[in-house]
Every structure is written in C-alpha cells, then in structure tokens.
C-alpha cells in the first residue's frame, strides 16, 4: 500500500525565509498530490494539487513541485510569517482509488 | 458555496456509553463523504467512506459504525465507546472539478473517560 512519509521534526525558521517543507512517497506514483494546511483543534485546509504530469504550481507565496523519479514533493512558502505557522500535510490520491492517503503533517514555525 | 458542518466539537464520554456524530454538507449534491480519526501527533486514519445513500465501505474494523440515511448526511455512532475510541475526528468531502482538494468539517475532540 501507498505510504506518504514526512518528516516528523518541527521546522523552525526565522520571518521572510523560505519555509521548505518534504513529502516522499513509496510505492506507485500517484496520480496527483495534495498539500494542506491543519491548524491545532481544527480541521486540515485544502491548498494546492500537483497533478503527476507537472513539475511545479503557485499559488500566491505557496509552490508545489513533484519529482517522479525522486517519490517526492517539495512545499516551499516564501516570505514566510509568523500566521504561517501550522502543521503541514501531504496526501496523495492514485492507483485508481477514490482514497487519499496522508502523511502525518509537519509543524512549521516561523519566529518573528 | 459548498460548506460542511460537523457537531458537537467536543464530548466527554464514560467508557461503554453510545456515541453519534454527525455530519451535513450543504452547496452539493451526492458527494463522496469520509470519517476520519486523528490520535494526537498521529496521522489521519480513515474510518468509513460513502459514495451515496447508504453505501459505506469500512476502512478499519472496530468499534464504530457509519451510516448515510441522506445524501448529505454521515453519521458515527457507536453502541459502547472504548477508552481506545477518544480522537480528533473529522468528516471530510470531496470535490469535484479541478482541484480535487478534500473539505473537512471543523471537527469533534472526543474523550473517553
């Protein structure tokens, strides 16, 4: 079965840098790659796909990439805030299945 | 707009008490809904999925049970709660269209006592 692994360690950065955040991938290449955003006591928020035939997408301060040969997305938030401040999750949905299966989220903190 | 509403946001339950959660989306139609549970600093678990009106499929055997009496209804009940059953739990649809990005209710803290 798919497995998404994140890294469980808190990312610390300082305000205006570039929060880069990992999701790898085993098994079969999804079919595409969801990003989202949980904050405490709350419910994960959608915020950017990468489909498998893209290499990147923006939104905003938010870019997505998806390395097919490395199993592996990069999240990188620039500009970064303290209000950016979050866990971060990875879920890919493939295989010809209707569930996504997710990662376990990485906290971002970004100190003022 | 498409929205979903999730009740009650938090509950204390004595073990062997029953439980039901419950779940509505408004703005669509016949949506695929899910149940998920979050144990702290764990990863989402997938409970139960539905992709109409009665139609669950269960993803875990356990404790729980889901049903879909409407289209835009999911419900999680439990006839005794285990201490093993207190999590972050969390109805979720999916989209359609572009972005195939999943909705989540603002989910229920449930603590068995």
């Known amino acids: 079965s798919q497995k998404i692994e994140q890294n469980s360690e808190a990312l610390n950065i300082q305000e205006g840098k570039t929060a880069t955040l990992t999701c790898n991938y085993t098994n079969y290449s999804p079919a595409y790659l969801q990003w989202y955003r949980q904050d405490p006591g709350r419910g994960p928020v959608f915020l950017l796909l990468?489909?498998?035939?893209?290499k990147e997408k923006r939104k905003e301060r938010l870019k997505v990439t998806f390395d097919t040969t490395l199993k592996q997305s990069l999240f990188h938030i620039t500009a970064s805030q303290p209000a950016d401040s979050a866990t971060y999750l990875c879920?890919?949905?493939?295989?010809?299945?209707?569930?996504?299966?997710f990662g376990r989220g990485t906290s971002l903190i970004v100190h003022p | 707009s498409q929205t979903i509403h999730q009740w009650p946001a938090t509950l204390v339950q004595p073990v062997g008490s029953p439980l039901s959660l419950e779940c509505t989306v408004e703005g669509t139609s016949n949506p695929n809904l899910y149940w998920y549970r979050q144990a702290a600093g764990r990863g989402l678990q997938l409970l139960f999925y539905?992709?109409?009106?009665?139609?669950i499929s269960s993803e875990v055997p356990q404790n729980l049970s889901a049903s879909r009496p409407q289209d835009r209804q999911f419900i999680l009940s439990s006839k005794k709660l285990l201490l093993s059953d207190s999590g972050f739990y969390l109805c979720a649809w999916r989209g359609t269209g572009e972005h195939y990005g999943y909705t989540f209710g603002s989910g229920t803290r449930l603590t068995v006592v």
């Open positions: 879920a890919s949905r493939g295989g010809g299945s209707y569930i996504p299966t």
């Open positions: 539905s992709v109409g009106i009665g139609q």
């Open positions: 990468i489909r498998e035939n893209e």
